[in-house]
């Protein structure tokens, strides 16, 4: 055995009396106060004392919520004062405009609008009469009475719808012929060789007749060969002995397409104007048919009439 233990078992040999005694005075003190807890209790007056009895509650006063101030109304805000309207302008007074110079007056031309057809402007480059009458005859044709007159009908297919006003026209023109007249009838189109009376040279008022059969027995188709019938219409009129009025009048549309042909044809033909060409249009008075048609009137000192319905 070792020396440390030795001194250790020494030590609990020592204590060992203290422990026991300490372990006894525990145990009395225990069984003392099991005793006190087993032993019955005193008898007490049920009644609680006035001492005894809790005093009463007070009473509960209504809470009264507090008084709120009313706010205070806001001020009314002042109105701002008006500001003060700014003083009108004093308007500056026009100058007095000068009275405007008249622009002189171009010289008319046919490229500008025809007087005689108010909307109507006519495409050409040779000047036409300042002043243009294009009063409708009640008859086309016998305003004048020339000695010789060669009478050129279109009878193309544009003129179906004018054609009774067309024919009827020259029919009236051949027949109010005065006796010792002379005349020819040229009835033109494409479609048939030109309708001719008499065969060559000009008529007297005797065949007034058979140029009234062609006339009936013609009817509108093909197109318009104006340059073919004009040319033979020149080719009568040079058989006409000299010294005597010559008048070709063209009853037309004015729907072909050969323009520059024809100008060509009246300058080799017509150079000197002896031979005047009245036209008479048909139909619309469109702006290239109106200006063809006074271009061979005016290049020859002849007349150009649109003719209008008549009742």
Wanted: hydrophobic share 40%; charged share 20%; aromatic share 6%.
């Amino acid at each position: 055995m070792s020396k440390y233990a030795i001194i250790m078992a020494a030590w609990l040999l020592a204590l060992a009396p203290a422990l026991c005694i300490a372990a006894d005075d525990e145990k009395q003190q225990l069984d003392k106060a099991m005793d006190e807890l087993l032993q019955p209790a005193p008898a007490v007056d049920s009644q609680p004392s006035a001492e005894d009895k809790p005093a009463p509650a007070p009473a509960k006063t209504p809470k009264q919520k507090p008084k709120v101030a009313p706010k205070p109304k806001p001020a009314p805000k002042a109105k701002p004062a008006p500001k003060p309207k700014p003083a009108p302008k004093p308007k500056p007074k026009p100058a007095p405009k000068a009275a405007p110079k008249p622009a002189p007056k171009p010289a008319p031309r046919c490229d500008a609008p025809s007087q005689a057809l108010p909307g109507v402007w006519v495409p050409c480059s040779k000047p036409v009469p300042a002043k243009l009458t294009l009063k409708t005859p009640a008859k086309p044709g016998l305003a004048q009475s020339p000695q010789d007159v060669v009478y050129v009908l279109d009878r193309s297919g544009s003129m179906v719808g004018h054609w009774l006003w067309a024919r009827g026209d020259v029919l009236d023109a051949v027949g109010a012929l005065p006796a010792g007249q002379r005349f020819a009838l040229v009835i033109f189109g494409t479609n048939e060789p030109l309708s001719v009376y008499p065969a060559a040279g000009l008529a007297s008022s005797g065949g007034k007749a058979r140029a009234d059969k062609l006339l009936l027995q013609a009817n509108p188709a093909g197109d318009t060969d104006i340059v073919a019938a004009l040319a033979h219409a020149f080719d009568v009129i040079a058989t006409a002995k000299p010294g005597r009025s010559q008048v070709i009048q063209l009853y037309t549309d004015g729907l072909f397409p050969a323009g520059q042909a024809v100008e060509n044809l009246l300058q080799q033909r017509n150079a000197e104007g002896r031979v005047r060409i009245d036209t008479f249009l048909y139909g619309m008075p469109l702006p290239r048919a109106v200006g063809i048609l006074q271009q061979i009137a005016h290049t020859s000192g002849g007349k150009f009439t649109y003719v209008t319905r008549r009742k």
